[in-house]
């Protein structure tokens, strides 16, 4: 079945350095879905990836759909203090069903 | 748009004892819902999901299940809660292949 993995597992950051984050599935996704978890709150919702190749900017976070449709990261830059959390991509694929990677946790040091 | 209101948001409970936790949804019609797992500092677990009232699919084996006896509510319960069972639950729907939006969760713990 379909998996999809996140590396790394956990970032430390310093406050205005850069990193990225990456997901990888073993199957084609129709999309790919970013996720944000503070701690101790609940996932939301941060943006969607559709197309192949596809790159949307949100402020400091850069989201790339590979050309293959079976990668995507997820680039911040500057990193603040408010960057703290989980970050989760979740794929879907052909049948619809929607999996969720493990996450990546970011802690930033200021 | 959608809002989830789950409760209780946080509960202790023995070994043993049952467990029903509630999720509705205001703000869309017929919409899938999801149950979700989160171990501490852990990733998301799917438990359930169901497509419309009485549809429930069951992802993993385990002591709990799910019940939608309104087009707007999913209940997950137990009759038996092991410690296994601890840990943060989120309530989730989406519409068809669209985003999944969470409710607040509630945090389950049993001694």
């Known amino acids: 079945g379909q998996q999809v993995m996140q590396i790394p597992q956990y970032q430390h950051v310093q406050e205005g350095e850069d990193f990225t984050t990456y997901c990888n599935s073993s199957?084609?996704?129709?999309?790919i879905q970013w996720y944000k978890q503070r701690p101790g709150g609940h996932p939301v919702f941060l943006i969607q990836l559709v197309k192949s190749g596809e790159v949307k900017k949100q402020k400091r976070l850069t989201f790339q759909f590979g050309e293959a449709k079976k990668n995507s990261s997820l680039h911040i830059t500057a990193t603040q203090t408010t960057d703290v959390g989980t970050y989760f991509c979740?794929?879907?694929?052909?049948?619809?069903?929607?999996?969720f990677g493990a996450g990546t946790q970011v802690v930033v040091t200021p | 748009s959608q809002t989830i209101h789950q409760w209780p948001a946080t509960l202790v409970q023995p070994v043993g004892s049952p467990l029903s936790l509630e999720c509705t949804v205001e703000g869309t019609s017929n919409p899938n819902l999801y149950w979700y797992r989160q171990a501490a500092g852990r990733g998301l677990q799917l438990l359930f999901y169901s497509v419309g009232i009485g549809q429930i699919s069951s992802e993993v084996p385990q002591n709990l299940s799910a019940s939608r006896p309104q087009d707007r509510q999913f209940i997950l319960s137990s009759k038996k809660l092991l410690l296994s069972d601890s840990g943060f639950y989120l309530c989730a729907c989406s519409r068809a292949l669209e985003t999944q939006y969470f409710g607040p969760g509630t945090r389950l713990l049993v001694l």
């Open positions: 979740a794929g879907t694929d052909s049948w619809g069903k929607l999996q």
């Open positions: 199957t084609t996704l129709s999309n």
